[in-house]
């Protein structure tokens, strides 16, 4: 196990190095370019930099959100890099070595969101740029589960959803790129999924497509809908889509949607009897969901594949690697489902009976990574599971009474761990107490015993 304690190569502190800095300013009409940072003269994809090979630039890691990393070991981690500041972090998107966050910056009137990047061999801050919409600061407000102000790294931009809007930061040049007009009666809780096919977003009742110079493509429900559509606001809110292939999937309560991503148009959609409200995970040839109702795998033009039990309780999505699912659960769960017919490969309980604060799970080449938190103990448990049989391989712990990752990228676990006062925690689950401090921890994935 890797000690509770800072480390010893490198405790560095939040105002250590600033290469970047700048606000994120008014929103403009969305094809209009903006006169600080100079685009093509039509709307097209941006020309900055892919993510290398091993990056981890999105949720779940890619436009599928597989949550797979097979370029990250699963040894167990080597003396970390620490990086410690004041208010809340989001969950890190880690991109050829520098993790990029949002961190809540304590202000008089709350935490303010600012856009930050840190290199990963160093811990030294390199961007560093606050979100304002209209003027206005924007609040830094998590929304359980899937971290609303994550930044999703898509061609050298950060694309971050700010309530009704996405805003886009360029990390290089310190300053926003542009920001999408509000949508009415739409607005955004979940990070976007960015491809070349466009910007696609979602939030409670709502789901919008963008193109690359931030001009709305197509909404759900249509501003014309009325309540029998299935898109409208009685059949609940979809998560994130994920992407392949000229269309999007998600969740739109227990209905699953494939939409062209050119204009919204339903190719395809799976009504079941459940599961309910997953985020999507594109396998090779099926799309898997899971809930409180069981594991579902849907192929991609539709029809059912399978159904299997779940014991666990909350979870929040799946992860699909090499033909296997991996789910895990906030009761301490974890099941692995041959992708082919939904066979129980294994199934393992960590912390027996006990209900806590967890994540989804996450797989590098020999492990599946979660984390599990418990905040009246103030003790975060990093796992590694064997993806053969689930036993344990290693863990390690800290203290804190919130946390998010990990992120297996860039050749490390990566994650982000926070611990606010009981009073402040209590009165909200948005992990935005003004006295909350924070740590970004990078783990080295080669620092294992052979």
């Known amino acids: 196990m890797v000690p509770d304690h800072p480390s010893r190569r490198t405790a560095l502190a939040l105002l250590a190095g600033t290469a970047a800095t700048g606000c994120l300013g008014t929103s403009r009409p969305a094809a209009q370019p903006d006169e600080e940072t100079p685009q093509a003269t039509t709307p097209g994809v941006p020309d900055g930099a892919r993510a290398g090979e091993g990056s981890w630039p999105m949720l779940g890691g890619d436009a599928e959100h597989s949550g797979y990393a097979p370029s990250v070991s699963g040894r167990a981690p080597g003396a970390p890099l620490r990086v410690d500041a004041e208010g809340p972090m989001t969950s890190p998107t880690v991109v050829d070595g520098t993790a990029y966050l949002v961190r809540g910056v304590p202000t008089d009137d709350g935490p303010h969101a600012t856009v930050e990047a840190y290199a990963l061999d160093s811990g030294e801050r390199t961007v560093r740029v606050p979100l304002a919409v209209d003027g206005d600061p924007v609040g830094f407000r998590f929304s359980a589960p899937n971290s609303n102000l994550r930044p999703v790294y898509y061609r050298g931009l950060l694309y971050v959803v700010v309530g009704h809007r996405v805003a886009v930061v360029d990390p290089a040049a310190g300053r926003r790129a542009w920001t999408t007009d509000a949508v009415e009666d739409l607005s955004f809780n979940e990070p976007p999924t960015v491809t070349d096919a466009g910007v696609f ?250």
């Open 201 to 450: 977003a979602g939030g409670p009742f709502g789901f919008a497509a963008y193109d690359h110079d931030g001009a709305l493509r197509w909404r759900l429900p249509p501003a014309s809908a009325d309540d029998d559509d299935p898109t409208s606001r009685r059949f609940g809110s979809p998560r994130v889509a994920a992407v392949r292939d000229g269309r999007a999937y998600l969740s739109w309560g227990a209905q699953l949607r494939a939409v062209d991503v050119a204009d919204g148009s339903t190719v395809w959609s799976h009504d079941p009897d459940g599961p309910t409200a997953s985020t999507v995970v594109a396998g090779s040839d099926v799309l898997v969901r899971t809930s409180l109702d069981g594991v579902e795998a849907v192929t991609t033009e539709g029809d059912r594949a399978w159904r299997a039990d779940w014991p666990g309780g909350a979870v929040v999505r799946p992860a699909v690697a090499d033909g296997v699912a991996y789910v895990a659960g906030l009761t301490g769960h974890v099941v692995a489902y041959d992708l082919a017919d939904g066979e129980h490969l294994w199934s393992r309980t960590v912390d027996p009976g006990g209900f806590a604060q967890g994540t989804t799970a996450t797989v590098s080449e020999t492990a599946v990574h979660l984390l599990r938190v418990d905040p009246g103990e103030r003790t975060v448990r990093v796992l590694a599971l064997d993806r053969a049989d689930g036993e344990v391989d290693w863990e390690l712990t800290r203290t804190a009474t919130r946390a998010r990752g990990v992120v297996p990228a860039s050749g490390r676990y990566v994650f982000t761990a926070e611990t606010t006062p009981e009073a402040q925690r209590q009165s909200s689950t948005a992990g935005a107490g003004q006295d909350t401090s924070a740590t970004l921890w990078a783990f080295p994935a080669d620092g294992g015993d052979d």
